[in-house]
């Protein structure tokens, strides 16, 4: 009963560092060798330093609007948003790539930040995901999102701001501002798709002739070209997909060619936006 009563002790007082962050805090082993800690100094205890919850860094390198290199060398892509791409070697810029890159590189100057992580700490590239907050407390990738240089891109299962970010991305694309003010990425109908395909983040519309079920997704079939496809692992979080059917909806994302026909890969039920 001992050692558990010293072990709920301690784990009281773990669970309670990041509100003790600026408290002294001293730990001390009683004679049977068991640690004690407490925010009261006790004879034969010493201090310890306590870290808060979280700490902030400095920023060593933007890559571009979406992605940066922390001091400590982690390689950070923020969740829940997409910039477009600056130039890689023999590929250019896409339309506000560099722009996003440089809003980011002049909001990140001469401050700290501070990551917050969701439901999946790395992704494919063995990048850290995450959000990036100043010590004035501004959400990066909110913002990013608010001057219309970053469309929302929601992976689950990382869900944090999802709510924020919409309502931020409904306001610039209602203003025009940022990328919702170029041509390069108003929607286009289903229609207009060519074997050349289209690089890059876009937006399709067209009305959904046929919803397709398989073992592992569902596909929505806007024509003989063009399928949207959700898997079946997330389809929780969309409303009844049958109701998708006959209906006008403009799709988001990246396509995909397979067998001469374009899919386009759906995660999130915000990728799908009902046209009046």
């Given at each position: 009963?001992?050692?558990?009563?010293?072990?709920?002790?301690?784990?009281?007082?773990?669970?309670?560092?990041?509100?003790?962050?600026?408290?002294?805090?001293?730990?001390?082993?009683?004679?049977?060798?068991?640690?004690?800690?407490?925010?009261?100094?006790?004879?034969?205890?010493?201090?310890?330093?306590?870290?808060?919850?979280?700490?902030?860094?400095?920023?060593?390198?933007?890559?571009?609007?979406?992605?940066?290199?922390?001091?400590?060398?982690?390689?950070?892509?923020?969740?829940?948003?997409?910039?477009?791409?600056?130039?890689?070697?023999?590929?250019?810029?896409?339309?506000?790539?560099?722009?996003?890159?440089?809003?980011?590189?002049?909001?990140?100057?001469?401050?700290?930040?501070?990551?917050?992580?969701?439901?999946?700490?790395?992704?494919?590239?063995?990048?850290?995901?995450?959000?990036?907050?100043?010590?004035?407390?501004?959400?990066?990738?909110?913002?990013?999102?608010?001057?219309?240089?970053?469309?929302?891109?929601?992976?689950?299962?990382?869900?944090?701001?999802?709510?924020?970010?919409?309502?931020?991305?409904?306001?610039?694309?209602?203003?025009?501002?940022?990328?919702?003010?170029?041509?390069?990425?108003?929607?286009?109908?289903?229609?207009?798709?060519?074997?050349?395909?289209?690089?890059?983040?876009?937006?399709?519309?067209?009305?959904?002739?046929?919803?397709r079920n398989t073992r592992k997704s569902v596909y929505l079939e806007f024509?003989?070209?063009?399928?949207?496809?959700?898997?079946?692992?997330?389809?929780?979080?969309?409303?009844?997909?049958?109701?998708?059917?006959?209906?006008?909806?403009?799709?988001?994302?990246?396509?995909?060619r397979n067998r001469g026909r374009f899919s386009m890969l759906i995660r999130?039920?915000?990728?799908?936006?009902?046209?009046?």
């Amino acid at each position: 009963m001992t050692i558990l009563f010293t072990h709920l002790k301690i784990l009281v007082v773990l669970l309670c560092l990041p509100l003790l962050a600026n408290a002294e805090i001293y730990e001390w082993k009683d004679a049977e060798g068991h640690k004690h800690f407490s925010d009261r100094p006790h004879p034969d205890a010493k201090k310890i330093t306590v870290k808060p919850g979280y700490s902030y860094q400095i920023i060593k390198t933007v890559y571009d609007g979406d992605t940066v290199v922390l001091e400590d060398g982690r390689k950070i892509r923020l969740l829940g948003i997409n910039t477009p791409e600056v130039r890689h070697r023999d590929k250019q810029a896409d339309a506000g790539g560099d722009e996003a890159k440089q809003w980011l590189i002049n909001k990140l100057q001469n401050t700290k930040i501070r990551l917050q992580t969701d439901e999946e700490l790395t992704d494919k590239y063995k990048r850290t995901l995450g959000h990036l907050f100043t010590e004035n407390k501004e959400h990066i990738n909110l913002e990013l999102v608010k001057a219309g240089l970053a469309e929302v891109s929601i992976y689950p299962p990382n869900l944090l701001y999802t709510t924020e970010l919409l309502a931020a991305q409904h306001q610039a694309e209602q203003a025009k501002i940022g990328i919702w003010q170029r041509p390069e990425y108003a929607v286009q109908p289903v229609s207009s798709l060519t074997e050349a395909g289209h690089t890059g983040w876009t937006r399709l519309a067209g009305k959904v002739s046929n919803v397709r079920n398989t073992r592992k997704s569902v596909y929505l079939e806007f024509s003989d070209k063009f399928v949207a496809r959700i898997e079946r692992k997330w389809l929780f979080l969309f409303p009844d997909v049958n109701n998708y059917l006959g209906k006008n909806l403009e799709v988001r994302g990246w396509l995909n060619r397979n067998r001469g026909r374009f899919s386009m890969l759906i995660r999130h039920p915000s990728a799908i936006v009902s046209m009046k």
